[in-house]
């Protein structure tokens, strides 16, 4: 039996009051090998850091993603204390990367959706230098923290290196963060950047707005019509495979949005071993941070026209082919090395 009528039907319209979320699936299954013994310290690095450093317009959701019982009970800790932490997801099996993430995002409805890896340090400002990337270039799908001077080459990037050039707006510009490419390649513990990689770097110039071309998504804010493309079934991998590749950087290249990063470094990748540089640079207190009013948030739900997209796969193919006409082009446009 049912009396009265419920309430929720009677106001069903939803009100948002925030416009960022940011999502953090974790995956730390135990302490004891190798690979996780410093997850816990590492996750508290991450967590820490994001929360001194978002304004509040923002929610967090974490996804416990197949997590040891130390770790879930530390997120279930800071879900309980942290107003900002208003979800907590569990599942006991690791869905994998991409599945955890879509579970939440479909779920939310924030016009701006930053995508976290566990292992990232937030650092001041991030989130004030990402967001106005997005309202200098209304056309932005993607914006990362963190530049990457070798993000050009991608292919999943082909629109805005098709934009940038069709648009006489790509400029190979000074490095402002050396430190900063140099710390993420040994928190992978690979070489990725030769000299000329961490001095100069591809830029989206259009006057006074500037940024860099190219991102990686270890952590990355997102437009969320830029998923609008995205493969409707769950991915069958859980890192491996190419699952990021195509329900993250694809959908957002094909719907014609910029990906693009902040010309600055706003955030490090730890990599799975505490250092002593991390506690140093931790931010150590609760940041304030200028919002955007609501009602002034104007962000574009259609990408650019194709076009540009087949035109920079064409750019990036003949560059591949034939180097020195890619060392020509970025030479005309500011590099000063012999090879890039």
């Known amino acids: 039996m049912r009396v009265g009528v419920s309430a929720a039907k009677q106001d069903s319209k939803l009100e948002l009051n925030t416009y960022h979320r940011v999502i953090i699936p974790v995956y730390i299954p135990n302490l004891k090998e190798e690979y996780f013994e410093d997850g816990l310290e590492i996750l508290k690095f991450c967590i820490d850091s994001l929360l001194k450093t978002i304004h509040s317009k923002t929610r967090v959701t974490i996804i416990n993603n197949g997590c040891c019982d130390i770790v879930v009970a530390y997120l279930y800790d800071k879900y ?29 409805l924030e016009p701006l959706i930053t995508i976290t890896d566990a292992d990232v340090m937030f650092l001041p400002q991030w989130q004030n230098a990402v967001e106005h990337i997005f309202e200098q270039f ?16 991608n292919e ?20 402002i963060n050396r430190k900063g490419l140099e710390r993420f390649q040994e928190s992978i513990g690979r070489t990725l950047y030769e000299e000329p990689h961490l001095e100069e770097i591809p830029v989206l110039r259009m006057g006074e707005k500037a940024a860099a071309i190219g991102c990686g998504h270890f952590v990355v804010t997102m437009k969320r019509s ?11 991998h859980k890192i491996v495979g190419g699952s990021e590749r195509r329900y993250i950087d694809k959908p957002n290249n094909d719907g014609g949005f910029l990906r693009l990063a902040t010309l600055d470094n706003y955030a490090y990748h730890l990599g799975n071993k505490v250092e002593e540089w991390m506690v140093a640079e931790k931010p150590k207190s609760k940041q304030t941070i200028k919002t ?49």
């Open 226 to 236: 830029s998923f609008d493309n995205a493969p409707v079934r769950p991915s069958a």
């Open 138 to 153: 209304p056309k932005a799908g993607m914006v990362s923290p963190v530049p990457s001077s070798i993000a050009f080459e």
């Open 156 to 175: 999943m990037g082909s629109s805005t290196i098709g934009y940038a050039i069709l648009k006489g707006a790509l400029s190979i510009e000074k490095t």
């Open 292 to 340: 955007r009013p609501l009602e002034k948030l104007h962000f574009e739900e259609k990408g650019l026209s194709k076009r540009f997209r087949i035109f920079g796969l064409i750019v990036l193919k003949l560059f591949k082919k034939n180097p020195s006409l890619k060392m020509w082009y970025f030479k005309k446009k500011g590099l000063t090395y012999d090879k890039y």
């Open 80 to 108: 309980q204390k942290e107003d900002t932490i208003d979800q907590l997801f569990h599942s006991d099996i690791n869905l994998g990367k991409v599945n955890a993430i879509y579970g939440a995002l479909k779920s939310n």
